[in-house]
């Protein structure tokens, strides 16, 4: 399978965040679309590894912050390649905060959407959560980013590995969830089997 025929699909990007008692935490997802019209309801898809999806589901409650065109990659790599299990992403961040005291981004983002989780379903590999809109804001003018935008001219390219000064490649570890695949070739269509990204998303172990 040709992971990047996927890839064409239209998408968004987007920080999702939400607040369970006095921890904040947030995280990086594609998936955030309307699904019903008064109420209003928007569906978000979470990763069931990443802290803020089990924070969700204890809460109940989320902000959708939708990254505009000037995004940078610090930004997405900033909460989309590090775990609030381990890091706490606002620590040196002071960003504003919704109704429900929930952080979201009021820079490179154009809006932003407030919901409370009425329905939750475990897909396997991620959530999905339907949400009732309870607010929503325009932050700015700017274009919004869209999936393709980030895989083709924000995300780095992956460089090539040599295996100089007697390295030696012994396996690849997804930059996205750690999943570790063993060997020293990764299929260039390879997929990761917890998160579904593609190769593009591993780097190299060495020995």
Request: glycine share 8%.
């Amino acid at each position: 399978m040709d992971k990047k025929a996927i890839y064409n699909l239209t998408y968004g990007v987007f920080m999702v965040s939400t607040k369970a008692g006095d921890v904040i935490n947030g995280c990086i997802t594609n998936t955030c679309i309307q699904v019903a019209n008064n109420p209003v309801r928007i569906a978000v898809s979470v990763l069931n590894s990443n802290y803020t999806c089990e924070l969700i589901k204890k809460s109940g409650i989320l902000a959708v912050s939708i990254l505009d065109s000037d995004c940078t990659f610090e930004s997405i790599k900033h909460f989309g390649f590090q775990s609030g299990r381990d890091v706490n992403k606002f620590s040196n961040i002071t960003p504003p905060t919704d109704n429900e005291g929930i952080p979201y981004l009021g820079w490179q983002s154009c809006a932003v959407i407030s919901g409370k989780v009425v329905e939750k379903h475990d897909l396997g590999t991620h959530t999905l959560f339907i949400a009732e809109v309870t607010d929503a804001k325009v932050l700015s003018e700017k274009e919004p980013l869209t999936y393709a935008q980030y895989q083709n001219e924000i995300k780095p390219k992956p460089k090539k590995d040599d295996e100089s000064n007697g390295r030696k490649i012994v396996g690849w570890r997804c930059k996205i969830c750690n999943y570790v695949y063993e060997g020293s070739e990764l299929p260039k269509d390879y997929v990761c089997p917890v998160c579904g990204h593609g190769a593009d998303d591993f780097e190299p172990i060495y020995a």
